[in-house]
């Protein structure tokens, strides 16, 4: 009341003259609170308060003398913008603080830095605030929309910095807002953080630019500037399970570093332990960093975990992952940081529901989020680091995208093929047969085949740069495991009353695939094998040897059986005198063992099938196709395919025409695999994989 008696004694002029001084005065110096910090003072447009001041929920106030000016420099010591909007990314060990001196503002206050638009990186995120995390608010939940369409004109802002317990980011879209301090194991951050820290020190910085130069740009779900931003000031400033995943993951190549190098490497045991023990903690309050850190655990080799992977569709469809955040109200980065992390759930769920036989978890119809794209990616080729040993960015980037359509097609291959509601397959198997079932794979051939004329030359195997690692091994890797599954369900649903021709195309084909995908992984060369691999590949590796397994299974001759054991052995071999040094090589080798260990192959297993027990008019003709001849060893490939041409023309279309507008099994002579002869043998098998 006195102050408004003041106010109303004085001129309006005078007034207004005042406050018009003041503001110029405070525009020309930071506030009381950000002088103490030593940080830069920024405002939003149109606010009184700076962004430190909003946050904290406090006066900002210039009561304090102005302090002597230093000389200027182009980035301040915290690590953060300077005053030209640019963002300082150099990785610095955290400052040492005395014991004691830190205060609850300085553990929690995460400083932004702003980019050349003059915003803040961490301004109105929805998951990046250190103490409050955003839960999505779903259609059906306790929280009916039309009152809260009520509140929300009470809540104008509801974004974490004002103690509002709402926030909405678009229409019918709205977060409830949680404070962090009060959930379980929020008090162990700390300590947790300090312990991940003393186990690396002093080499944190070393291990945190090898994850930035090779696993990063192979498997893009860190926004690089935002993280290197804050590790410059404190590793204080992170989830702690996050920080321990880049660690870990970091170790992989020690050797890598010259000066990692010289030193022991951590106890990686004992960094996991503490990293799942804190994980445990950070889903009772689920960040962005929550998911990032879930998703790097499982990309460890043998760090594959069903349960993990269900637990990290659950955070990301609490944090609204799984919808379109295009006309959101949020940083356009923190945009693109979603739909990658979205589509890196995706693409987690269904290879993990593939590689452990268990139903997905993320239901199209409830995933609404629109295709990732080049712009998703804050990096591109400009931040290529030049040390020898590192992995482009840009070759990174499009590997993701063309990832992400490849699952696309294996999940429909999943969904449709080994649905556990197997009725509807058996009972087109019933109606029209193995030709039924070759009419419903034809459209995933087709997929396969346009996903394949898609890719980019820099995703081929061959587009090696010299001193650089290569990762598109594992996209190409995952494409032959999306052949496999189809042909492994085909060679399945054969029995003895599949004509005989088409029995054999059948088998053939899925010889060849079983052939190419041996002869990619014998031509990986070491530039492939020391890059990023992603979490499937162990299992991938794994799964062509099962596949083959059950061709030797279904073999109708001892000598088609001999050449499958002979073919797998071979292979097994193969991985064995790669794994050295290689850990997902090593691992695929321990999943071998473990899923084939009681298989004896010693022991032919014809006459212990159907088909060497009802079908020897097929003995005699797979006699002719696996002969130890030298004839049959040097022929090419397509002299194979021609000559299995001409040993069944004129006598397989008999039984095929009988099914109206059956037309994959019309061969062109020039393959051997009739029932993707549409598609066309050449272009089927994308350029750039070995043996095409």
């Known amino acids: 009341m006195d102050n408004m008696s003041e106010t109303s004694h004085s001129s309006p002029d005078a007034a207004a003259l005042q406050t018009q001084t003041r503001k110029a005065a405070r525009s020309d110096r930071p506030c009381d609170t950000c002088r103490k ?13 700076c962004v430190l001041c909003t946050f904290h929920d406090r006066e900002c106030t210039y009561n304090d003398a102005p302090q002597p000016r230093r000389k200027r420099t182009d980035v301040l010591d915290d690590g953060v913008a300077s005053v030209d909007g640019t963002v300082d990314t150099e990785i610095r060990p955290p400052r040492k603080k005395t014991k004691g001196t830190q205060t609850d503002d300085d553990r929690t206050f995460i400083q932004p830095a702003t980019l050349t638009s003059g915003r803040s990186l961490l301004d109105r995120t929805l998951g990046l605030h250190r103490t409050t995390h955003f839960k999505y608010i779903g259609p059906s939940s306790l929280h009916e929309e039309r009152l809260l369409d009520l509140i929300h004109r009470f809540y104008e802002s509801g974004n974490g910095e004002d103690g509002c317990k709402f926030r909405r980011v678009a229409d019918s879209t709205t977060f409830l807002s949680k404070s962090d301090r009060h959930t379980l194991f929020s008090a162990d951050v700390d300590g947790d953080l300090d312990a991940i820290e003393q186990f690396v020190r002093p080499h944190g910085p070393g291990l945190v630019d090898l994850y930035f130069r090779i696993v990063h740009p192979s498997y893009p779900i860190l926004h690089k500037g935002v993280f290197l931003e804050k590790y410059g000031r404190s590793y204080r400033e992170f989830s702690p399970p996050l920080l321990a995943a880049v660690y870990l993951l970091a170790m992989d190549w020690w050797e890598y570093d010259r000066q990692l190098s010289s030193h022991a490497k951590p106890d ?39 349960v993990l992977t269900t637990q990290v569709v659950a955070i990301g469809e609490e944090l609204g992952l799984h919808l379109d955040c295009t006309s959101w109200n949020i940083p356009e980065w923190e945009k693109g940081l979603r739909r990658r992390l979205a589509w890196a759930i995706f693409m987690q769920d269904k290879w993990g529901a593939l590689m452990h036989g268990r139903p997905s978890h993320v239901i199209a119809s409830n995933w609404q989020m629109p295709r990732v794209s080049l712009a998703d990616f804050p990096e591109s080729a400009a931040d290529d680091d030049d040390k020898e ?6 070759k990174g980037r499009l590997l993701f995208i063309h990832l992400t359509k490849l699952t696309q097609i294996m999940a429909q291959a999943l969904d449709i093929l080994y649905n556990p509601d197997q009725a509807k397959i058996q009972e087109l198997l019933a109606k029209s047969g193995i030709q039924g079932l070759l009419e419903l794979v034809k459209p995933m051939a087709v997929k396969l085949k346009e996903w394949a004329n898609d890719m980019p030359r820099d995703l081929r195997m061959e587009d090696v740069k010299t001193r650089k690692l290569c990762s598109n091994g594992y996209l190409h890797l995952s494409y032959f495991v999306t052949e496999i599954i189809i042909h492994r369900h085909i060679i399945r649903s054969l029995t003895p009353d599949t004509p ?12 060849a695939r079983l052939e190419r995908a041996i002869d990619f992984v014998e031509d990986l060369r ?52 790669r794994a050295k040094g290689v850990s997902f090589v ?35 003709s797979s006699a002719s196709m696996f002969s130890s001849g030298n004839d049959a060893e040097t022929q090419t490939p397509m002299q194979e395919d021609m000559a299995l041409h001409t040993m069944y023309e004129g006598q397989r279309f008999e039984s095929i025409e009988t099914t109206p507008g059956f037309n994959l099994l019309e061969l062109d002579g020039a393959s051997s695999h009739g029932y993707l002869s549409e598609v066309g043998e050449q272009n089927f098998f994308f350029p750039g994989l070995a043996g095409s």
């Open 37 to 49: 910090r030593k940080s830069r003072c920024a405002k939003e447009p149109d606010q009184e308060r």
């Open 268 to 306: 990686g045991e004992a960094l996991l332990r503490i990293a799942m023990k804190a994980l445990t903690g950070v889903i009772h309050r689920p960040k962005l960093s929550s998911v990032q850190a879930n998703l790097l655990l499982l990309q460890r080799s043998g760090g594959d975990s069903w």
């Open 389 to 394: 040993g590192s992995t482009e960015v840009e």
């Open 500 to 511: 005989l021709a088409l029995r054999d195309l059948c088998r053939e084909a899925g010889k």
């Open 526 to 577: 070491p530039e492939h094998l020391q890059a990023f691999w992603w979490f499937a590949s162990p299992k991938s590796l794994a799964f062509i040897r099962t596949y083959g397994g059950l061709l030797w299974a279904t073999s109708s001759t001892d000598a088609e059986a001999e050449f499958y054991r002979s073919k797998l052995e071979a292979f097994r071999w193969s991985l064995k005198v």
């Open 586 to 620: 090593a691992a695929a080798l321990q999943e071998m063992d473990e899923s084939l260990q009681d298989i004896d192959m010693s022991q032919s297993p014809v006459g212990r099938n159907v088909f060497g027990q009802s079908q020897p008019a097929i003995a005699a």
